[in-house]
């Protein structure tokens, strides 16, 4: 594999697609289906693997119990009201 410098090329098809070398995908973990980002800056295009963030992860972890959001909305409102009435 390559240590600190590497170039390697492809080709852009017709359709804009090009395939990433194989020692490329292999060496940044690229899948298929997996998205990634290019970035331009000071005229260099590079492009960037892109890993899972936390929206990713949205709606896999049940919550323990139903919140009531208008419950909260109410008790956060009237901690506020307090704390204004006290002068803080």
């Known amino acids: 594999m390559y240590n600190r410098f590497m170039t390697l090329t492809a080709k ?3 359709r804009g697609q090009m395939t990433l070398p194989r020692d490329v995908r292999i060496k940044y973990r690229l ?4 998205s990634v980002a290019f970035v331009v800056k000071n005229g260099e295009l590079t492009l960037v ?10 709606g896999t ?12 909305r ?7 009201a307090e704390r ?3 002068g803080e």
């Open 84 to 86: 204004v009435a006290r």
């Open 31 to 34: 899948e298929e289906g997996q």
């Open 61 to 72: 972890v049940q919550p323990m119990e139903v919140s009531d959001v208008e419950a909260i």
């Open 12 to 14: 852009i098809g017709k």
């Open 49 to 58: 693997p892109l890993r899972k963030t936390l929206f990713d992860f949205k």
């Open 74 to 80: 109410k008790q956060v409102a009237a901690d506020q």
